[in-house]
Each structure stands twice: as C-alpha cells, then as structure tokens.
C-alpha cells in the first residue's frame, strides 16, 4: 500500500505560545477510546497504516486513493512559491487550519484543541466522519459545498464564526483538509474495530489464557497468534476500509445524493402553518412525527425526552447516561432547538429547514421523517417552524416566494463545487 507523494513543511510556530521558547512538535492525538482495548503490536498495527499513508502534521502525506485535490506542482513557478510542488493545496490547507481552527478543533481534528474544554457546545471531532449540517442524504458524507457552506455562515448558538473574509480559495483549502483529516480518523476509528474483531484486544488475550486447562500456554504464545491472523487478513481489510471510505466521499458530490424538493415551497398562508402545526403536534391521522417528544408542545425544547435518562448505544453490559436527555454520537449531552428563538445551527433559510425536517440530523437523536411526510407536507412543517418566532402568525421569509428567491432550493446540484 504506497501513498503517492510526502509532503514536508514545518508547522507554523505561531502554534506556541510567545515567549516560551519552541513549542513541541505538533503530533496526532491517538485516539485512545478505539486503541487502548487492543494489544500494543495492533496499535502498532494501526500507527504503521496511518504513518505511511497519512504522515504527520510536520510531514503530510497524499493518499491518492481519496478524491482530494492535493494540488499538482507546476515547476515554472519560482521554488519559493508554495504552488511549485506537488501537494501544495494539501499543506496551504494544513497552514490555514493551524492558523483558524486547531485552537477548538485540534491538530487530529479530534474536537479537543485548547481551548475546546471552555466551549458549549463542544467543537465537532471530525474522526467518525458524522457532519451534521449538509444537504445531502443522512447515510451520506456532506459535499465539499456544503463544508464551505458551514465555514462561510458559521453555526448560529455556537462558537463556530465565519470565515467567509478568508475567500473562497482559502475556504476550499481548508474544506479538503477538514475532509482529509475525517479520513484519516476514520480510518484510526475503522481499523481498531477491525482489530478488535481479530480477538487483538487484552481482553481477549486474558480470556485465552484462562480458558488454557493445561496452563501451558503463555502471553507470548497467544499473541503470536494473534499476530499471524493480523499479518495475514489485515492488509485486505485496510484496502477494504479505504475503498469504502473513498466511495462514500466521492458519491456525496454525485447528484442523487442532495437533498432536493420535488416541489416548490408551499407559500406559508395561514392554513398551511396551521397544517404543519397539525403535523408537527402529530394530530393528523397515519403521520406521527413526535416533533413533540422532544421540541415540546409549543417547540421550546422542553418535551418528554428531555427527562428521560437513555440507554448508552451499544453499551455491554447495558447502561444508561448519568445525564437525563438526549444524547448525540459523541456522548454529549444535547437539548432539542428552542425553536420560538429563531436560531438554526444548521441555517434557518427555508431549504435548510427542509433538510433538517427531510433527513434529520446525523449524529443525534433528531431523525428524519422522508417515510412519512409528503414534500409538500414537510413544506408545511417548515412554514410552521418558521412562525413559531412569531407566535404562529406568520412564517419567515414570506417574500421569497414572491420574489422568485428560492431557487437554490431546485438547483442545489448545479451549484456544487
């Protein structure tokens, strides 16, 4: 398995701290919760694949397998100019995310840079390849648009500003890094759940020990083994990994992956807030959505939900979190929108209201509810949501429709990056 081209670059020293001398190299953060179960030769295991494909953040490397535009050297450039070499898009990248982002996001894009412990809601840890806020279907990875997106609008009721004085060029560098990072922690996260299924966890080694009768069999004995299953099937899962990964991103650009109305937004007349009302309260007949159970009865995030205590996913032996309420992927504790605030963390244009209603959030508990609203239905909804600042009078962004201004909602795919 050989990655294209390594790319070296110091980072910038403008990551220390002034006046404490030379900060310490700059390194990715293992992920611990997926490597700490495994033995240390499958940790090993798992640094060998990313060190060699991926490099560190001194030395970058270009895994040509993955749909990135690391940028192609032109030589008739003067050697001073990053643009001379090959890779150059992948390290101005790295450059601008040290410079913007490391601080709360972290050097692994793992969501824990310096400052991220003072920060409600945490910043987002890239490593599980979840992004929440996309116009793309909810199994599928977000496109490179809708990450500038994000970067340009920021996320409202966060601390997560715009970037959008950078420029588009700038924005695009780092929406493939962002994108590169979210591999690469993917891969860790894949890879040591692979292992784990190899029975290369110490628990495993423990159990084989003590189901020994003969108690002959020593530590080094079973790891042995262990390693030879890893030497022989674990090349091919890392191939299999990758190529998943690398499908999953290429086909979130393709067209049948937006999330796009089959009709126009229903214009928010007081019967059709009324209807979304119905809808939203589940009080019509065959289409229960329990928007309720969670948003509350008037849509202030107060429902039954938020007083339950939930089980914790895939959790063995069972458990429960010692928080009541509604949990995201990361373990976090998360309240539904209060939605009579009009604040959006994923937009609050109508069109991103569709998606959020069309698909549900990934990573959370909001699902989407695409099997049992009609497009036009889900456009009532919308209107709904949009009125509750307002008391339910009148629905935001009324003119729109009138003024021919929702044609991003139909021509979402034209526009992509």
Known sequence: MKAASILALVVLASLGLAGCGQPPPATFAPNATKLDPLIPEARAEVAT??????????????????????????????????????????????????????????????????????????????????????????????????????????????????????????????????????IRGNMEIRMAEELAALFATEQDVTQKLAEDETHKLKRADAVEEIKKSIKEEFPAVVEDIASTLAEAWTSAEETESAVVPKVKRTPPTKESIENGKKLFLSQVKGKKTECLECHGEAGRGDGGNTEKFWEVPNSKPKRFY????????????????????????????????????????????????????????????????????????????????????DEDTHKVAASRE
């Open 49 to 182: 694949v990313l060190n060699e494909n991926f490099g560190n953040p001194n030395q970058l490397v270009a895994w040509q397998k993955f749909s990135i535009d690391y940028g192609k050297g032109d030589e008739d450039l003067p050697k001073t100019d990053p643009r001379h070499d090959d890779g150059w898009r992948l390290k101005e990248g790295r450059n601008l995310y040290m410079t913007h982002c490391v601080h709360c996001h972290g050097v692994a894009g793992d969501g824990n840079g310096p400052t991220a412990r003072f920060l409600n809601p945490l910043p987002r840890d890239y490593r599980q390849g979840i992004f929440k806020f996309k116009s793309t279907l909810r199994a599928s990875k977000p496109s490179r648009a809708d990450l500038k997106h994000t970067l340009e609008q920021g996320i409202p009721g966060t601390y997560m500003p715009s970037f959008v004085l950078l420029g588009e060029e700038k924005l695009l560098l780092i929406v493939d890094y962002v994108r590169w990072l979210s």
């Open 322 to 405: 010692e928080v009541a309420g509604l949990h995201d992927d990361w373990g976090h504790p998360q309240k539904p929108r209060d939605l009579t605030r009009g604040i959006y963390r994923g937009g609050r244009r109508p069109i991103d209201i569709f998606r959020r209603v069309h698909e549900g959030i990934p990573g959370t508990q909001m699902a989407g509810f695409a099997n049992v609203l009609g497009h036009e239905e889900i456009w009532d909804v919308v209107n709904y949501v949009l009125s509750l600042p307002f008391d339910g009078q009148q629905s935001a962004y009324p003119t729109e429709i009138e003024q021919g201004k």
